[in-house]
């Protein structure tokens, strides 16, 4: 870059000396010839302006060498300006106490050496009468000697000089009044060259410093450009303080040459001091355009160097937001499932929302990041065309973000409103119709008033059809076609035919109840036959306990076989029904879910307890029992997460591992007892502080839809959900009752692990029934031991009970008469407990159960007899004797 610096001194020498290579003469060279002070310039002008160049007495003048002479003349004859020099010098000699000798060496020194235009040459005679004699003769001898051109004027006195030159322009030893100090004149002589001197090397440093900024090249990373600008801004920091040192320097040279006229008004500056105020003004003037055209360098260098900063600012944080922005794409292009379940399709929604959720941050950066380069370009930067496609690329990847995101909401969206129908379909309607088939007792149905309310339950039940029907296929298809895969589409099959089966089996029961109300004209009271009367019986002491039994007729065992032959048969040729690939698919993606659910509730809840910013928010009645409010739940999610999640996972490809997986682990999963065990306490808890501010922040940090009492549900959601895992993934699922033993055991007898199955789903409802019984061990009150002394709880549930204390089994035939108690017995290996069942409302929170202790008997001293009377549901418990007699009553009949 080019640019004009100032490269003279506005001295008359200045632009024929300054810019030689042999430096001129200044004053601090000849200072010792010029304190001898055998020529000065006073400063006085003639009558036209030519300057008086004056050499004073001086014993010594001709010892003085020529060298010394010519340089200090040559000096004097310099300082005028050119104007003032091109008029010629007045030379004035003074030598009223010298001779002629001195008079006439004098003239011939100056004649010969004298280097500028000579105008008039004054000569102050020897005042000694006989020396003034001899150089009026010598004068007119010798003029032609001399060879000077211009008049020599021989003069007696000062008064005859005054008649040539004016009194204001002689110093006082001529007889003037011009005020003149020969050490200050040579004080302000070396000022104002040194002045001149800090001038010209401040604007050559000026001029090479551009000149290495204009040459510089831009450099190509930040770090590289921030230490180029930081490096020319200190250059040019240094660069203004040596301005301003400079201006400051000539200000006060300034100040002192104007000295007298601001110390007396009536003082006058002679015109060699005008000069030099001259010479300094404009000094200060070139220095102040040197800076200015610097500064205006400067300033479009600095701005290029801010701009190339703010080039690489931007290129770097482009670079970086468009990796994660690609990597953003990439990940949402993984995204190419649309589930084959309502279960996964909420999981990859929950999926596509945290990925949307991370591209929020990259994405608002990569739009600011564009507007900052808008604003680069309207801001005129250089870099125009490197910027602007930056911009667009920018622009366009957050567009297509966008724009995918959405069409793949829309494609889940499609994907859950499929499967939500066929749910509804398989998992509501057809599942509540078999429930309710099954519910229906058919004992109860023998009466023309049980068959009618059984049939209009049915009507009832039907009437719900329409909500839950699929659309015919044509437009099934045509409605979901983007998302429909052979696997929706054979899953949507066999769905449909499930309804159709289900149908067929309401059609049949309505004809069948139909038929028996139209036969009964009066109730039939059923009656269960006698243990002994019936073979197809088992025997009542190999019966399963008290609590659950079987009211099946011959009747309800057919429909039963019916519901074997129309459901099941169908389906078991089709290779899908004993696949577990749909379990278990099912089975890892909850599992997954459950882990990240359990995750989440550790990490933004039970963590959060620690934190010391929400320290403040934490109720008084939550301090330091974090234990009793999640229990057991970080073992819980430790066991899932690192063994049991891994472990299902294995079953992809080897689905015959799943029941192994639950039977491997059986202890491991005892961990839900401690927890159940807990929940009371902790429910409790969260009845106190569940509204706090401290849960609302957690929740709003999680995003959480629910609070966190509905995720401390999720361990006793889970290990029931594995018990119902576990009964779809086995062929028997459909039958609970033991009539139908012989039968499943034909048709399954073939099937690769269903034993195992078998044996698996037993483990697992074996660990509900432990979680279950120790929930209920937990709330007995008002027992004065303990326990976990009485041995393994065998049993445990509520029982009609009739009691008798006296002596005599015959008092037991009167007992029926009174009115029983109700008693929750708790069967162990060491006691039976009876306890009193009681049910609370706390808060207006749902009943809670607890049981008051009563009565307890050893078993080591108790008698059994089953079947009281032939009545199947009692048994007789005998003490002490037959001192204390209880008839005990089940309660509750489990239909099919």
């Known amino acids: 870059m080019e640019h004009e610096l100032v490269r003279d001194f506005c001295f008359p020498y200045t632009d024929e000396i300054m810019q030689q290579e042999i430096r001129p003469l200044v004053a601090v060279d000849i200072i010792e010839q010029l304190h001898r002070q055998f020529a000065i310039l006073s400063g006085g002008r003639g009558k036209d302006g030519a300057p008086i160049i004056t050499f004073p007495e001086f014993a010594g003048f001709s010892d003085i060498p020529d060298e010394?002479?010519?340089?200090?003349?040559?000096?004097?004859?310099?300082?005028?300006?050119l104007e003032a020099a091109s008029i010629g010098f007045i030379i004035i000699i003074d030598r009223r106490r010298d001779k002629w000798s001195a008079v006439k060496a004098s003239l011939t020194r100056i004649a010969v050496t004298f280097p500028g235009n000579l105008q008039l040459v004054f000569v102050?005679?020897?005042?000694?009468?006989?020396?003034?004699?001899?150089?009026?003769?010598?004068?007119?001898?010798?003029?032609?000697?001399?060879?000077?051109?211009?008049?020599?004027?021989?003069?007696?006195?000062?008064?005859?000089?005054?008649?040539?030159?004016?009194?204001?322009?002689?110093?006082?030893?001529?007889?003037?009044?011009?005020?003149?100090?020969?050490?200050?004149?040579?004080?302000?002589?070396?000022?104002?060259?040194?002045?001149?001197?800090?001038?010209?090397?401040?604007?050559?440093?000026?001029?090479?410093?551009?000149?290495?900024?204009?040459?510089?090249?831009?450099?190509?990373?930040?770090?590289?450009?921030?230490?180029?600008?930081?490096?020319?801004?200190?250059?040019?920091?240094?660069?203004?303080?040596?301005?301003?040192?400079?201006?400051?320097?000539?200000?006060?040279?300034?100040?002192?040459?104007?000295?007298?006229?601001?110390?007396?008004?009536?003082?006058?500056?002679?015109?060699?001091?005008?000069?030099?105020?001259?010479?300094?003004?404009?000094?200060?003037?070139q220095l102040d355009e040197t800076e200015k055209a610097f500064d205006q360098f400067w300033t479009k260098h600095h701005l290029k160097l801010e701009q190339c900063l703010q080039l690489r600012h931007f290129e770097h944080d482009f670079r970086e937001?468009?990796?994660?922005?690609?990597?953003?794409?990439?990940?949402?292009?993984?995204?190419?499932?649309?589930?084959?379940?309502?279960?996964?399709?909420?999981?990859?929604?929950?999926?596509?929302?945290?990925?949307?959720?991370?591209?929020?941050?990259?994405?608002?950066?990569?739009?600011?990041?564009?507007?900052?380069?808008?604003?680069?370009?309207?801001?005129?930067?250089?870099?125009?065309?490197?910027?602007?496609?930056?911009?667009?690329?920018?622009?366009?990847?957050?567009?297509?973000?966008?724009?995918?995101?959405?069409?793949?909401?829309?494609?889940?969206?499609?994907?859950?409103?499929?499967?939500?129908?066929?749910?509804?379909?398989?998992?509501?309607?057809c599942e509540a119709g078999i429930y309710l088939l099954a519910s229906q007792a058919v004992d109860k149905c023998q009466s023309q008033e049980g068959a009618e309310?059984?049939?209009?339950?049915?009507?009832?039940?039907?009437?719900?059809?329409?909500?839950?029907?699929?659309?015919?296929?044509?437009?099934?298809?045509?409605?979901?076609?983007?998302?429909?895969?052979?696997?929706?589409?054979?899953?949507?099959?066999?769905?449909?035919?499930?309804?159709?089966?289900?149908?067929?089996?309401?059609?049949?029961?309505?004809?069948?109840?139909?038929?028996?109300?139209?036969?009964?004209t009066r109730p039939v009271q059923p009656v269960a036959p006698h243990p002994e009367s019936s073979p197809k019986r088992a025997s009542p002491k190999t019966t399963r306990p008290a609590g659950v039994g079987s009211a099946l007729t011959q009747q309800t065992y057919k429909e039963c076989v019916f519901f074997f032959h129309v459901c099941f048969a169908k389906h078991y040729n089709s290779p899908s029904f004993?696949?577990?690939?749909?379990?278990?698919?099912?089975?890892?993606?909850?599992?997954?879910?459950?882990?990240?659910?359990?995750?989440?509730?550790?990490?933004?809840?039970?963590?959060?307890?620690?934190?010391?910013?929400?320290?403040?928010?934490?109720?008084?009645?939550?301090?330091?029992?974090?234990?009793?409010?999640?229990?057991?739940?970080?073992?819980?999610?430790?066991f899932h997460n690192r063994i049991f999640l891994k472990e299902i996972e294995n079953c992809i490809e080897n689905p015959e591992l799943l029941a192994r997986c639950f039977l491997k682990r059986k202890e491991d999963l005892q961990i839900y007892e401690k927890y159940c065990q807990n929940k009371p306490r902790s429910e409790a808890l969260w009845r106190q502080c569940g509204d706090s501010i401290f849960f609302q922040e957690c929740q709003r940090k999680l995003d959480h839809k629910l609070s966190l009492d509905a995720y401390l549900l999720k361990p006793v959601q889970r290990i029931t959900k594995y018990q119902l895992l576990l009964k779809v993934s086995s062929p028997r699922d459909l039958f609970f009752s033991p009539f139908f033993k012989q039968e499943m055991l034909k048709c399954s007898k073939n099937s690769e692990g269903t034993a195992e199955l078998e044996e698996a789903l037993a483990t697992v409802l074996d660990i509900i029934k432990s979680v279950n019984d120790s929930m209920h061990q937990i709330a007995i009150t008002g027992y004065e031991g303990d326990v976990s002394e009485l041995g393994k709880l065998l049993m445990q549930g509520s029982?009609?009970?009739?009691?008798?204390?006296?002596?005599?089994?015959?008092?037991?035939?009167?007992?029926?008469?009174?009115?029983?108690m109700q008693r929750h017995l708790f069967l162990y290996t060491k006691m039976l407990l009876f306890c009193k069942k009681r049910e609370e409302n706390t808060d207006g929170h749902e009943k809670t159960a607890s049981y008051s202790f009563k009565n307890s008997l050893k078993m080591s001293t108790v008698g059994i007899t089953e079947n009281v009377k032939g009545d199947n549901k009692k048994f007789e418990i005998w003490y002490n004797g037959r001192e204390e007699v209880y008839i005990i009553q089940v309660t509750t009949i489990l239909y099919f």
């Open 124 to 285: 102050l005679r020897p005042s000694r009468f006989i020396q003034r004699t001899i150089a009026d003769i010598g004068i007119k001898l010798y003029r032609d000697d001399f060879k000077m051109k211009v008049p020599i004027i021989m003069l007696n006195s000062v008064s005859d000089l005054h008649g040539y030159i004016d009194k204001s322009q002689l110093t006082r030893e001529l007889g003037g009044t011009l005020e003149y100090g020969h050490s200050q004149w040579i004080h302000h002589r070396t000022a104002i060259e040194n002045f001149a001197m800090t001038v010209k090397t401040t604007a050559q440093m000026l001029q090479t410093f551009g000149t290495d900024l204009a040459e510089t090249e831009l450099p190509n990373d930040v770090q590289c450009t921030e230490e180029l600008l930081s490096a020319h801004t200190d250059h040019h920091s240094k660069l203004k303080d040596e301005l301003k040192l400079a201006v400051k320097q000539g200000a006060t040279l300034l100040t002192c040459i104007r000295e007298p006229v601001t110390r007396s008004a009536n003082s006058k500056l002679s015109p060699d001091e005008l000069e030099n105020v001259a010479t300094v003004e404009r000094l200060l003037a």
């Open 578 to 638: 004993f696949s577990f690939s749909h379990i278990i698919n099912e089975l890892i993606e909850t599992e997954r879910v459950y882990v990240e659910e359990l995750q989440s509730i550790i990490e933004g809840y039970a963590s959060e307890m620690d934190n010391p910013n929400l320290v403040h928010l934490i109720p008084s009645t939550l301090q330091n029992k974090k234990e009793i409010l999640f229990g057991n739940l970080p073992e819980i999610y430790e």
């Open 321 to 429: 937001v468009k990796l994660t922005l690609d990597n953003l794409m990439e990940a949402q292009a993984g995204f190419s499932d649309v589930g084959d379940s309502v279960t996964r399709v909420e999981h990859l929604l929950r999926e596509q929302k945290q990925l949307e959720e991370k591209g929020q941050e990259p994405l608002e950066k990569a739009q600011t990041l564009a507007l900052h380069g808008e604003q680069l370009i309207q801001n005129n930067h250089y870099a125009v065309d490197s910027i602007r496609p930056k911009c667009v690329e920018l622009r366009r990847i957050c567009d297509d973000f966008t724009n995918e995101t959405k069409k793949k909401y829309d494609i889940l969206g499609k994907s859950l409103e499929l499967h939500q129908q066929l749910d509804k379909v398989s998992d509501k309607w």
């Open 453 to 520: 309310t059984a049939l209009v339950e049915i009507e009832k039940f039907l009437a719900t059809a329409k909500e839950h029907q699929l659309s015919n296929p044509k437009e099934f298809y045509n409605q979901f076609d983007m998302i429909l895969t052979p696997e929706i589409k054979a899953n949507a099959q066999r769905i449909l035919q499930k309804l159709e089966d289900v149908q067929e089996m309401f059609d049949k029961r309505q004809v069948s109840l139909k038929k028996l109300a139209a036969k009964q």
């Open 799 to 820: 029982f009609n009970v009739w009691t008798d204390h006296k002596k005599g089994h015959n008092k037991v035939k009167d007992l029926a008469r009174f009115k029983p």
């Open 68 to 81: 010394d002479f010519l340089n200090v003349v040559t000096y004097l004859t310099s300082i005028p300006s």
